[in-house]
């Protein structure tokens, strides 16, 4: 028997996961599972084809999260706050998350990966690193021994974190950036694409540049829909 899985999202994120279940067949769960429903409230379509019942209004949400069973969060770039809390409020209504881990990703210790994983092909999580809820690693990104990370983090493709870093809540580190051993970045900061981040990084900065230099701060704008 077929349980249903809701994509909250149904941007080129949502895509990329779509194809990994439906089309290459490389995650590690999906026996008898159906993407039977895609929603997001910014959008008129989806912009990429399924299969999936697509809706933008509330009271379809409802309905399809009675109907599910599983959910993905298909928010990526710099939201993970947004991802992260949406996720919980999903987990709220008794659904629950659906990890992505492609088959060509590796995790050296699954017991310190939190809930709703994202693992895109070849992304790699080293010895005794702890991964918090509702993250990405996505496409080639490195995690490498002894890091801690948040929830709603945001590794993208080809960033590569040193050894024994920390990375609080909400972090996105951009793609093809480095960031050097025993670094601490606080929540909600953003580091630019290609970067080399030499020295921590604060709370809601913004750093680029090789070495990696202050930009400016950022305030998150957060609108979340409401599922009451």
Not at 39 to 58: E, V, Y
Not at 70 to 96: M, N, P
Not at 145 to 169: K, R, S, Y
Not at 189 to 218: D, M
Request: proline share 4%; with cysteine; glycine share 8%.
């Amino acid at each position: 028997m077929n349980k249903n899985i809701i994509f909250w999202g149904a941007k080129f994120k949502a895509g990329i996961i779509y194809d990994l279940i439906e089309k290459n067949k490389i995650l590690e769960n999906t026996k008898n599972l159906k993407i039977k429903y895609l929603f997001d409230p910014n959008l008129k379509k989806p912009q990429f084809s399924s299969k999936g019942i697509f809706s933008n209004k509330k009271k379809d949400l409802i309905n399809f999260i009675k109907n599910s069973n599983y959910f993905v969060t298909c928010i990526g770039s710099e939201y993970g706050k947004a991802r992260y809390l949406i996720s919980k409020e999903l987990e709220k209504k008794k659904l629950k998350p659906l990890e992505i881990v492609s088959k060509y990703s590796y995790i050296s210790n699954k017991k310190l990966i939190g809930k709703g994983i994202q693992m895109f092909p070849y992304s790699v999580a080293h010895h005794n690193s702890k991964i918090g809820d509702y993250c990405i690693l996505n496409t080639g990104a490195i995690l490498e021994h002894d890091c801690e990370i948040g929830n709603g983090v945001h590794l993208m493709p080809g960033a590569v974190v040193g050894g024994n870093t920390f990375l609080g809540d909400y972090v996105t580190i951009g793609m093809n950036a480095t960031i050097l051993p025993k670094i601490k970045i606080e929540e909600g900061a953003f580091i630019g694409a290609g970067a080399v981040v030499t020295k921590n990084v604060k709370k809601n900065q913004i750093v680029a540049g090789n070495p990696a230099k202050f930009i400016k701060e950022i305030k998150h704008k957060l609108k979340l829909y409401p599922l009451k």
